[in-house]
């Protein structure tokens, strides 16, 4: 009973071009989403987050939309650069306060020169 | 000047035995929580302490038990370790206001031998 789904485990994008990293959840409840990036041997990194409010957020290089209607987000990231390698989290919660995160498992992204 | 430090970051037992994991966080943070990271990848909540008191206890069995001396400590007591224990365990924090992302230390990696 997985609520938060990032169905695609791996993807290469060439340096310079747009990363687009998916996720799809099922619970109608969820009102918080966020995206971690993570490095081998380290703990996962906050990098952006939107709530249920909005459709989209952008920071920098990154920007989430959200589609509630679909029940799916997504992290685009523009250009790509190599420092960008890494594993993708998508999380989840259903009540304001973020406490109780509901994470997918976890999407590996490889910048390629 | 670490946020959110983890000791010790690798940790190798036998079945039966009984082990802690410490974690400590510097942010000045009301909240911290405990994950498990299993084989498969998926990041699930297993605790979390707001001041100190106990405020989510997801389905792990009672040979996990989560102190908190103070608001700054969540500390992991794991007694009689099984196989299926082995994983990495996340330590988080994040302010006591609503939609603040979780920051996390770098993981301890237990292995049951």
């Known amino acids: 009973d997985q609520q938060v789904k990032q169905n695609s485990p791996s993807l290469s994008v060439q340096e310079g071009r747009i990363s687009i990293l998916n996720c799809d959840y099922t619970?109608?409840?969820?009102?918080?989403f966020l995206w971690y990036k993570k490095y081998p041997a380290e703990g996962p990194t906050f990098l952006i987050s939107i709530s249920s409010i909005k459709d989209k957020n952008e920071d920098g290089r990154f920007t989430v939309f959200l589609n509630k209607s679909a029940k799916h987000l997504s992290l685009h990231i523009v250009p790509s650069q190599p420092g960008d390698s890494a594993v993708y989290f998508c999380?989840?919660?259903?009540?304001?306060?973020?406490?109780?995160?509901?994470f997918g498992q976890g999407t590996r992204l490889t910048i390629n020169p | 000047d670490t946020a959110v430090s983890q000791t010790p970051k690798y940790l190798v037992t036998q079945m039966g035995n009984d082990k802690s994991i410490k974690c400590e966080q510097n942010l000045g943070h009301d909240t911290m929580y405990w994950y498990k990271q299993d084989s498969k990848k998926f990041l699930k909540i297993m605790f979390s302490y707001n001041n100190k008191e106990l405020i989510i206890n997801e389905t792990v069995p009672n040979r996990f038990s989560p102190k908190s001396p103070d608001k700054a400590h969540l500390n992991l007591h794991i007694n009689s370790l099984e196989l299926g224990d082995s994983a990495v365990y996340f330590c988080a924090s994040s302010p006591d206001n609503s939609n603040q992302p979780q920051h996390f230390g770098d993981g301890t990696r237990l292995s049951i031998l």
């Open positions: 619970n109608s409840m969820f009102d918080y």
């Open positions: 999380a989840a919660s259903a009540d304001t306060g973020a406490q109780k995160l509901v």
